[in-house]
Each structure stands twice: as structure tokens, then as C-alpha cells.
T-cell receptor, first 113, second 112 residues
Framework: GAGVSQSPSNKVTEKGKDVELRCDPISGHTALYWYRQSLGQGLEFLIYFQGNSAPDKSGLPSDRFSAERTGGSVSTLTIQRTQQEDSAVYLC???????????FGSGTQLSVL | ELKVEQNPLFLSMQEGKNYTIYCNYSTTSDRLYWYRQDPGKSLESLFVLLSNGAVKQEGRLMASLDTKARLSTLHITAAVHDLSATYFCAVGDNNAGNMLTFGGGTRLMVKP
């Protein structure tokens, strides 16, 4: 596609439920990042995929968070047993060459009630 | 661990005035990016700076990079209301593959 696509754009869930967020990268982009942004705050790094290398999971806040990237393309971020503090905008960004800019998706607004 | 600090965090300025946003980072890097975010929107790339002394300009915005000082600046010339947004710098960590670490953002409000 022409840009990074994220779905859903909005997700409202109840505390304790699992959610799955999806990111479709720009075709050919080998690097994929997940960030989280709370209201009025900066970007918090979650996880980074680069080609076939093992992902950098150092930013995941707890073991309730996991992510995978199938076939080097689509990525899913899964949050198990959601908590209210998980409410935020989850942003996916992808990049081609190492020094290129990141292209961001429009994000998924997650609200945990 | 790479740390990136922006200042100021909030900036209110009158149209027509000049100002500079600063981005300091803690470890060696040769990649620095500036992004703009409008309320409720995603991030839009402004500048990519890849070498010491790099300077990029687009309209009323000019970004520069001093890798020795570990400092980048985003200079605003003769501000207009349309520049109101939050600006983020992001730094590539030379010691952590190609991971990018973002600053906390500078919220800019330009008043008529």
C-alpha cells in the first residue's frame, strides 16, 4: 500500500480482555517499530523488528504485551488481560534503509474501561 | 541507554517572532530526525540529519545537527499560526542497531 496502515483505528475494551492490534507496513520496508503514546505525552518505544533478526523487545512494559511479525510483513501487537493504564494510542512505524525516516501509521486509539 | 531531552516542553509565541527548540542526546549518534504531530494526528517527518554540521531548511523551519555537542536545533523564523503543533526529535542509537529514541516533544502554540 501507499502508507503504513493500522487497524482498528479505535478499540474500546473491558478491563481483563485481550486485544490485538494490526500494522501493515509499506511494501519492502524491513524495519518495523511499535510505539505507545499516552495523552499529551511523548512516544514510548515498545518493540522493534528488523528483517529476520530477533526483535528488540526491551520496551515492552510487561509480559502481558507481545508482538509478532509474520513473513517480514504484517505485525500484530497483542495485549493480554488489558488494564486501564494500557489506554493510549499505539503507533506503528516502518522504514526501508537504515538511515531513512520512519513512516508512521495513523495509530490505534485503545481505551480500556 | 540513550536519553533524548527536548526543551522547552511548551512554547507559546507570537506570530512573526523567531525561536529555537533544542534536542540534546546522551550517546554517540549520527542520525537525527525531526517530526511534527498535529493534535489527534500521527507523526509527519520534517527533517533527516545524518552528519555533523548538517543543516536542512523547509519554509520557516531550519534544523541543524552538531554531533560533537550531541545537539540538534529546530529554528523557527517569523512564526505563523499554521506552525502550531508538537515537535519531536528522534535519535538513532549507534549501540542498539537502528532503534530510535524520541524526545518528550515540544508543544508549540503560535498566537496571532
Amino acid at each position: 500500500g501507499a502508507g503504513v496502515s493500522q487497524s482498528p483505528s479505535n478499540k474500546v475494551t473491558e478491563k481483563g480482555k485481550d486485544v490485538e492490534l494490526r500494522c501493515d507496513p509499506i511494501s519492502g520496508h524491513t524495519a518495523l517499530y511499535w510505539y505507545r503514546q499516552s495523552l499529551g505525552q511523548g512516544l514510548e518505544f515498545l518493540i522493534y523488528f528488523q528483517g529476520n533478526s530477533a526483535p528488540d523487545k526491551s520496551g515492552l512494559p510487561s509480559d502481558r504485551f507481545s508482538a509478532e511479525r509474520t513473513g517480514g510483513s504484517v505485525s500484530t501487537l497483542t495485549i493480554q488481560r488489558t488494564q486501564q493504564e494500557d489506554s493510549a494510542v499505539y503507533l506503528c512505524a516502518t522504514r526501508g534503509q537504515p538511515q531513512e525516516k520512519l513512516f508512521f501509521g495513523s495509530g490505534t486509539q485503545l481505551s480500556v474501561l | 541507554e540513550l536519553k533524548v531531552e527536548q526543551n522547552p516542553l511548551f512554547l507559546s509565541m507570537q506570530e512573526g517572532k523567531n525561536y529555537t527548540i533544542y534536542c540534546n542526546y546522551s550517546t554517540t549518534s549520527d542520525r537525527l530526525y525531526w517530526y511534527r504531530q498535529d493534535p489527534g494526528k500521527s507523526l509527519e517527518s520534517l527533517f533527516v540529519l545524518l552528519s555533523n554540521g548538517a543543516v536542512k531548511q523547509e519554509g520557516r523551519l531550519m534544523a541543524s545537527l552538531d554531533t560533537k555537542a550531541r545537539l540538534s536545533t529546530l529554528h523557527i523564523t517569523a512564526a505563523v499560526h499554521d506552525l502550531s503543533a508538537t515537535y519531536f526529535c528522534a535519535v538513532g542509537d549507534n549501540n542498539a542497531g537502528n532503534m530510535l529514541t524520541f524526545g518528550g516533544g515540544t508543544r508549540l502554540m503560535v498566537k496571532p
